[in-house]
């Protein structure tokens, strides 16, 4: 399997099996495992024997929204980022964010997928391997016109699937740095936020004798299952027993 200088930087996290791969140009001697990461910058060529099967994700971001992301993140001149190439590392706090991120993606959560995305990418030039650099403080958080629309905008589109870029447009930000914003406004992350109004609107359609799954999907949830996750986690019981206690 061969990669000839591609477009964008890939992240790539091996989630099961991995013993039947291995780099030949110029790797280190090893094979892959569950839990390795690798990294190949834009425009780096490589090329890998894989005997076995095995599991893993991709992670693909173009060069221009990692910059933006570096120069918002970092306030550095975005010309001043540096992507290591690695293969097979050991690096278990950016893997439990593209874990996180695949986790949510299966299970339809799509703005906590994106919201591990971004963090994954933070994650990165933090760790004292790759950068080891001190993000910018964030101080005052959105401005109250952004925070009065995008509240307004969430509570309007709870039935809807709701992603980090739409609420980002709100304030005219990219996605990250929104994000950063929001923690700072809320003290919570806008996935946190969203998951806590969908199980207040539940709470509030439960009195009612409307079938549980149709509740799901009007409140947003992928599924009767997520809807039953989620409020257990914010509630502590399932819907069909906060639904018999009223």
């Not at 890939?10 to 390795?36: E, H, I, M, N, Q």
């Not at 910058?41 to 933006?68: K, N």
């Not at 004292?128 to 952004?146: E, F, K, N, T």
């Not at 609107?201 to 947003?220: D, N, V, Y």
């Amino acid at each position: 399997m061969s990669y000839e200088r591609p477009d964008g930087h890939t992240f790539s996290l091996y989630l099961s099996g991995g013993a039947g791969t291995r780099r030949l140009d110029g790797g280190p001697d090893a094979r892959g495992r569950p839990g390795v990461l690798c990294i190949m910058p834009q425009g780096h060529s490589s090329e890998w024997e894989i005997t076995d099967f095995f599991e893993f994700v991709h992670l693909y971001v173009p060069d221009d929204q990692m910059r933006r992301m570096f120069a918002e993140t970092f306030d550095r001149d975005a010309r001043l980022m540096a992507l290591p190439e690695v293969t097979f590392d050991d690096a278990p706090v950016l893997a439990d964010r593209l874990r996180q991120m695949t986790e949510a993606m299966l299970a339809g959560v799509h703005l906590l997928a994106e919201e591990a995305m971004t963090q994954a990418i933070n994650d990165l030039f933090v760790d004292p391997r790759y950068g080891g650099m001190r993000a910018r403080a964030i101080s005052g958080g959105l401005a109250p016109h952004v925070r009065r629309r995008t509240l307004d905008y969430i509570e309007a589109h709870l039935g809807e699937t709701i992603r980090l870029q739409d609420l980002a447009d709100i304030g005219q930000l990219s996605a990250f740095h929104f994000q950063r914003m929001f923690r700072a406004s809320f003290g919570v992350s806008p996935h946190s936020w969203v998951a806590h109004r969908r199980v207040e609107r539940a709470k509030s359609m439960l009195s009612g004798m409307e079938p549980i799954a149709q509740i799901a999907s009007a409140c947003g949830f992928s599924s009767q299952s997520h809807m039953t996750r989620a409020f257990k986690l914010g509630t502590g019981v399932t819907p069909s027993a906060y639904r018999q206690r009223q």
